[in-house]
């Protein structure tokens, strides 16, 4: 026959909820050790000041959304062409403006391979501006590798000095932190903000270019060089911060330089293999559209960049570009 | 003899753990289970772009370190243009932006990038970029799926291409680039100069071989053999496939190879491949001359074949009718059979 002494089972049960109770502190106190160490926001992108005043909308109140085509091999003539089947120049810039043509000098690479937007555009369009009475131009871009070698290699900062263009490279005190309302990843992020704040007219100017995370870089994702920061994480989310892109900036004016696509191993390239001569400049008020076209020239839909298909639901243009097109 | 049974069971009874005891330990376990499934999950997925345990500074500080590979910029008539310069899987994006998942996804450990000028004229440069993917078929995989479609075969090294403005060769563990300002023949001779220079540095074993001499020759298409080393035609699981194309009759089909561990692992990886296609609308088809390894499957409007025959995984992509992909998937078959002891099909 067995039995137990009492005072043991009284011990043992005691143990148990000493131990119980050992257990819960312990677990409440890492929880509350891991509480104290949580940053909600995550690492910040540097030392940053107070947040920063909205961006203005650059878009001309009124006018309405519209794209132009024009084919030809020649950029100055091609761009001269679109513009005036948009109304010429002058209806988005007028005397006295400060104009800023953000580029693609994304990569330290010759204007022969496409990676960057060519010379000859930079100069054309910069020369259209002066001719409308544009009081001055700024050209800038935030590039990936080394911005002076990226201005000088690429002929842009050549192209734009020979017409009277000033171009800022991206130095830090001209960064912002920036928050767009509503968004989930421009969130206290520096953004090349003063180019902009200095500017009452905005051009996008970008080449036609397969991108192997987005699937297409084209004037929306033109905007990417106005970031700042370790910008490479968005990588995972591109079409998130393109779509973000399309609501952060509404410029007056895009134009899409088609005239060589890169066709692959995009977006450095790396030989003008890679390059088809696809002769097409699209020039616009709307970016959405202006790109939806643009992907075309990639052999591309709107269902393959989804991006597109987002920044439309957010407002930022229509993907239905035949609707606007001015023929 | 009762009180002594008591004494004897006391502590036996103490030492054995309660219900609520076994419950609360059972739970803990779990959550412990939990946490370590969690790891080994992330673990799995780890994202070399997201990787930041580097302060800039010290990268900062990393990228003025010697190269760690030799200089290989001892060229009569070239200058250099810039510094060296290093990126590792952190960094990488900071030069080639969105390509750099490409190299990522194929093992890529570090690159060289240098810019170099002619000495006589300062307006002809050219930039070298190496990239050091840790292994010769990494290498081979990214050199292979950026082919330039205009190429010309470079006799530097058995893969080796000229394009019109540069030069693109992968050597061992090594994949160099070298793209030219412009297509200036002097520039292209000095290009091919720097990289014959660069393979004299880094000599590399004998031809390795692989999956690409199991393809049968009969209407391949020069230069189209590529190596995927992950997400082959769409399904995550297809790694490290070799592909290659065919012109037969005017037609365009591709074939795939790929050596695993075991046949087992064979078996089951054409399994999980005919059941992908099979779950995204494809039908199985009878043709004639399929063994009972194989599988053909319409999907779109194109015909799929997947077959195992000893360790490979093998078949035929997107043919566009039944005749041509059986008829590529037979040759393939027996391409394996005289050519690989391990790949004769089981009697």
Same mark, same amino acid.
């Given at each position: 026959m067995k039995t137990q002494d009492p005072n043991l089972k009284d011990s043992s049960r005691r143990e148990l909820l000493r131990r119980l109770v050992g257990a819960a502190l312990g677990i409440a106190g890492a929880g509350a050790?891991?509480?104290?160490?949580?940053?909600?926001?995550? !690492?910040?992108?540097? *030392?940053?000041?107070a947040e920063s005043q909205p961006l203005p909308d650059f878009s001309i109140p009124g006018q309405p959304r519209k794209i132009a085509i024009a084919h030809g091999a020649e950029r100055g003539v091609t761009v001269t062409a679109a513009l005036a089947a948009l109304g010429g120049m002058g209806r988005f810039v007028r005397p006295g403006d400060r104009v800023l043509l953000k580029v693609n000098a994304a990569f330290a690479s010759p204007p022969a391979l496409g990676a960057t937007t060519h010379p000859d555009l930079v100069a054309q369009v910069a020369r259209?501006?002066?001719?409308?009475?544009?009081?001055?131009?700024?050209?800038?871009?935030? !590039?990936?590798?080394? *911005?002076?070698a990226c201005f000088a290699l690429s002929g842009i900062e050549a192209a734009a000095r020979a017409v009277g263009a000033q171009v800022l490279l991206p130095t830090r005190e001209r960064f912002e932190t920036y928050t767009l309302p509503g968004a989930k990843l421009i969130q206290r992020w520096p953004v090349l903000a003063a180019p902009l704040r200095g500017a009452n007219k905005v051009i996008g100017l970008a080449p036609v270019k397969d991108h192997h995370r987005s699937g297409a870089s084209l004037t929306?994702?033109?905007?990417?060089?106005?970031?700042?920061?370790?910008?490479?994480?968005?990588?995972?989310q591109i079409h998130a911060i393109i779509e973000e892109l399309a609501q952060l900036i509404k410029p007056t004016l895009v134009i899409l330089d088609g005239t060589q696509s890169m066709m692959r191993n995009g977006p450095t390239g790396g030989s003008v293999d890679d390059l088809k001569p696809t002769h097409t400049l699209i020039a616009g008020t709307d970016p959405v559209a202006v790109d939806a076209a643009g992907a075309e020239l990639l052999g591309k839909s709107v269902t393959d960049l989804p991006y597109l298909t987002m920044a439309e639901k957010a407002g930022a243009g229509r993907t239905d570009y035949r609707s606007i097109l001015v023929e | 003899m009762i009180q002594a049974s008591s004494t004897i069971q006391a502590p036996s009874s103490k030492n054995r753990p309660s219900l609520m005891e076994k419950r609360i330990g059972a739970g803990i376990l779990a959550a412990l289970a939990i946490v370590a499934l969690s790891i080994l999950w992330l673990q799995a997925h780890y994202d070399p772009t997201q990787w930041r345990a580097q302060s800039s500074q010290a990268l900062e500080e990393k990228s003025s370190t010697p190269p760690h590979v030799a200089d290989s910029a001892a060229v009569d008539g070239l200058v250099p243009m810039s510094s060296p310069e290093q990126y590792d899987a952190a960094t990488l994006s900071d030069k080639i932006d969105g390509k750099a998942e490409l190299y990522l996804s194929a093992g890529f450990k570090s690159m060289l990038s240098q810019r170099f000028a002619l000495a006589q004229d300062s307006t002809q440069w050219m930039e070298r970029f190496i990239y050091?993917?840790?292994?010769?078929?990494?290498?081979?995989?990214?050199?292979?799926?950026?082919?330039?479609e205009n190429a010309r075969p470079q006799d530097l090294t058995p893969d080796a291409y000229q394009a019109a403005n540069g030069l693109f060769l992968a050597q061992g563990q090594y994949y160099l680039e070298i793209v030219g300002s412009s297509q200036a023949p002097e520039l292209m001779e000095k290009?091919?100069?720097?990289?014959?220079?660069?393979?004299?540095?880094?000599?590399?074993?004998?031809?390795?071989?692989?999956?690409?001499?199991?393809?049968?020759?009969?209407?391949?298409?020069?230069?189209?053999i590529k190596l995927?080393?992950?997400?082959?035609?769409?399904?995550?699981?297809?790694?490290?496939?070799?592909?290659?194309?065919?012109?037969?009759a005017g037609q365009t089909a591709t074939a795939f190879l790929s050596r695993r561990a075991s046949e087992a692992e064979a078996a089951e990886l054409a399994k999980a491949y005919t059941d992908y296609l099979i779950t995204y609308g494809g039908k199985r088809l009878e043709a004639q001359g399929q063994t009972s390894s194989m599988q053909v499957i319409q999907i779109l409007d194109m015909i799929e074949v997947i077959f195992h025959q000893g360790p490979y995984l093998a078949?035929?992509?997107?043919?566009?009718?039944?005749?041509?992909?059986?008829?590529?998937?037979?040759r393939l078959q027996t391409s394996l059979s005289n050519n690989h002891e391990d790949a004769r099909p089981q009697p």
């Open positions: 050790l891991g509480l104290a160490f949580w940053d909600r926001k995550g !690492p910040l992108p540097g *030392p940053l000041g259209l501006c002066f001719e409308a009475g544009a009081a001055g131009i700024v050209v800038t871009d935030n !590039p990936i590798n080394d *911005p002076a929306l994702k033109n905007w990417y060089g106005l970031l700042g920061g370790r910008r490479n994480i968005f990588h995972q | 050091d993917m840790g292994s010769y078929s990494n290498a081979f995989a990214v050199f292979s799926r950026q082919r330039r290009m091919i100069s720097l990289a014959r220079e660069f393979v004299r540095q880094h000599p590399a074993a004998a031809s390795q071989r692989d999956e690409r001499a199991l393809f049968p020759a009969q209407d391949l298409s020069a230069g189209s995927s080393p992950v997400n082959a035609f769409g399904f995550e699981r297809l790694n490290r496939i070799y592909s290659a194309e065919y012109q037969m078949g035929v992509h997107e043919a566009p009718n039944v005749d041509l992909a059986m008829k590529l998937a037979q």
